[in-house]
């Protein structure tokens, strides 16, 4: 199975619907001009799904030794609406689950 294949599965299991690859998007995401992340988002169709047609996909590895692999999907609702606004969401998402681990 290629990497394409493979975030086609993932999103097909989460979301339960067809998706078909559209296309490949390089994103490099500065804040302060620093690079916060850097990498390919892979766009898919998605057929008869309820809210939206579209969805942003990636993979990257981790650190953690249970799960070294980790698929990122992210429907194209709003703000959501780009491969850049897709890896924003995730950013700003990732952020605040640190935050709130951060609080406990």
Known sequence: MNYIEELQEV????????????????????????????????????HDHPQTH????????????DHPRRHVTV?????????RKAVQVSIVSDYRKQEGHAEN
């Open 75 to 83: 429907l194209h609702i709003p703000p959501a609406t780009s491969p």
């Open 11 to 46: 999103i097909e299991r989460l979301h339960g619907t067809r998706a078909t690859h559209v296309e490949t998007v390089p994103i490099k995401e500065e804040f302060q001009g620093r690079t916060v992340w850097e990498g390919e988002v892979e766009v898919f169709d998605l």
């Open 54 to 65: 579209r969805v942003y996909a990636w993979a990257h590895e981790t650190e953690d030794a």
